[in-house]
């Protein structure tokens, strides 16, 4: 469920949707500069990054999301959430949730104050994620209000009754000593560490090389795989909360026939979310 990689993106607008536990929680809105359609209502296509829930930001949105949203006119807003194991499962919720209501209830006033005056179809926002965030779109489909005009699941978990399991991760284990400061810092929207930096260079492109496991310095992705392999993920995605509070987050049991259109992609060889996981 690791997809932290932070692309170079093209001019964007930026707006702080909340403020929590001392932070600025932003997104980023992606507008075709050629959209010249300035009457019309467009859709939007909502992006929650992934990263294991404890890493990534805003910024990890792949190219071929924005891009192929604005060949159909669309408007793309990609949104940062507080990341674990600072922050559960209700607080991530809560942010999605009022990114949404931002959406839906602001972006259009404060793009008209930056002079991008283009209109929003509140019909028709969609939400959409890869790993982590596929998930979390999965969820936004029977929680958020209005609900989603469509949901697009990219290699998202929808069953985390499973992850109460320990995972052995193949020629590495992950040491309790490395990973505990991560526990101890403060809340975070999941901006890039310095060691997650060091583990994927600058000026990585698709394809190269990468640092071995065993040069890998400790880091927020690392941490999701201590998580897993200590099986303790489920233990801070819940943290303190009563089970009918979190009941909300196995969208296996929570899905009903009124539940918005949905597109699920998932590799069958995926080695840290299974593909029987989205089944």
């Not at 809560?94 to 259009?108: G, K, N, P, T, V």
Request: proline residues 8%; hydrophobic residues 35%; charged residues 20%.
């Amino acid at each position: 469920m690791m997809s932290t990689t932070t692309y170079t993106l093209p001019s964007c607008y930026t707006f702080t949707y909340k403020q929590a536990d001392g932070l600025q929680i932003g997104l980023d809105v992606l507008i075709d500069p050629s959209l010249s359609d300035l009457s019309s209502p467009h859709p939007v296509l909502v992006f929650i990054h992934g990263g294991g829930f404890v890493t990534g930001d805003k910024k990890s949105i792949p190219p071929y999301i924005w891009q192929a949203a604005w060949e159909r006119g669309w408007i793309v807003v990609s949104i940062d959430y507080r990341m674990m194991p600072q922050a559960d499962f209700i607080d991530i919720k809560s942010d999605i949730s009022d990114a949404w209501e931002f959406i839906h209830e602001e972006l259009q006033r404060r793009l008209i104050a930056k002079r991008r005056p283009v209109k929003i179809d509140n019909r028709r926002v969609m939400i959409s994620g890869s790993s982590a965030g596929g998930s979390l779109a999965v969820i936004s489909g029977y929680v958020l209000d209005p609900p989603p005009a469509f949901v697009f699941d990219i290699y998202g978990s929808v069953n985390f009754r499973a992850w109460n399991k320990k995972v052995v991760f193949e020629g590495v284990v992950f040491k309790e000593e490395d990973y505990a400061r991560f526990f101890q810092e403060p809340p975070t929207t999941g901006t890039l560490t310095t060691g997650d930096r060091e583990n994927i260079p600058p000026d990585y492109q698709i394809g190269s090389t990468l640092p071995t496991r065993q040069e890998r310095i400790p880091s927020r992705p690392g941490l999701f795989q201590f998580l897993k392999q200590e099986a303790t993920f489920m233990k801070y995605f819940i943290g303190r909360r009563k089970e009918e509070e979190v009941s909300i987050c196995y969208p296996l049991e929570n899905m009903t026939n009124s539940y918005p259109p949905t597109a699920i992609i998932h590799g069958s060889f995926d080695s840290v979310c299974p593909f029987s996981e989205s089944e």
